[in-house]
């Protein structure tokens, strides 16, 4: 099974500034079968990048994602509002597919 | 559009059963392959099972055994069975639309809670 850590746990910030969340994975993953999903409460997640690099539809560009093999991040260039949530990565490259613990994205 | 309507969350007691259903509706559900992912309170999510447009499943070893994954391409409805559960299974359960192994869309969840 491919372990994903996600760091920091928290991240403090405050609109207009540049957000990175970071992904290690215990193994590499094959393809850049990555994927990150933003979940805000009370809400399903919703998937923000794929392929580690991908915006999913309706996604602005501010978001933007990149990485390989088992170091991945995920940056938001200036951060608005409605960007402030829990952010997940997952790997779907092996069975079990699996999700990182979590980074909450908070404002300062 | 997407839309994925999951129903059957419930208070139940340990070791009993349930049965949860997903709705699914605006793509051409028999060619996607779709999944469950759920989320304990307060926690992060966890895939469950999956299962492709042929019907070929796919189990976390925490549910493998108790669990079973279908679909009803003709009713456009994924289900998932679940046996023997735990306390450690309450969880918000959502179904999910896959592109390949990729969880693209979510449906908002329903709430199991196993308790006595």
């Known amino acids: 099974e491919i372990v994903l850590t996600q760091s920091p746990g928290t991240l403090s910030l405050s609109p207009g500034e540049r957000a990175t969340l970071s992904c290690r994975a215990s193994q590499s993953v094959s393809s850049s079968y990555l994927a990150w999903y933003q979940q805000k409460p009370g809400q399903a997640p919703r998937l923000v990048i794929y392929?580690?690099?991908t915006r999913a539809t309706g996604i602005p560009d501010r978001f933007s994602g990149s990485g390989s093999g088992t170091d991945f991040t995920l940056t938001i260039g200036r951060l608005e509002p409605e960007d402030f949530a829990v952010y997940y990565c997952q790997q779907y490259a092996t069975s079990p597919r699996t999700f990182g613990q979590g980074t909450k994205l908070e404002i300062k | 559009e997407v839309q994925l309507l999951e129903s059957g969350g419930d208070l139940v007691q340990p070791g009993g059963s349930l049965r949860l259903s997903c709705a699914a509706s605006g793509f051409t559900f028999n060619r996607y392959a779709m999944s469950w992912v759920r989320q304990a309170p307060g926690k992060g999510l966890e895939w469950v099972s999956a299962i492709n447009s042929g019907g070929s499943t796919d189990y976390a070893d925490s549910v493998k055994g108790r669990f079973t994954i279908s679909r009803d391409n003709s009713k456009n409805t994924l289900s998932l069975q679940m046996n023997s559960l735990r306390v450690e299974d309450t969880a918000v359960y959502y179904c999910?639309?896959?592109?390949?192994?990729?969880?693209?869309?979510w449906g908002q969840g329903t709430l199991v809670t196993v308790s006595s």
């Open positions: 999910a639309k896959d592109h390949g192994w990729l969880a693209a869309y």
């Open positions: 392929g580690a690099s």
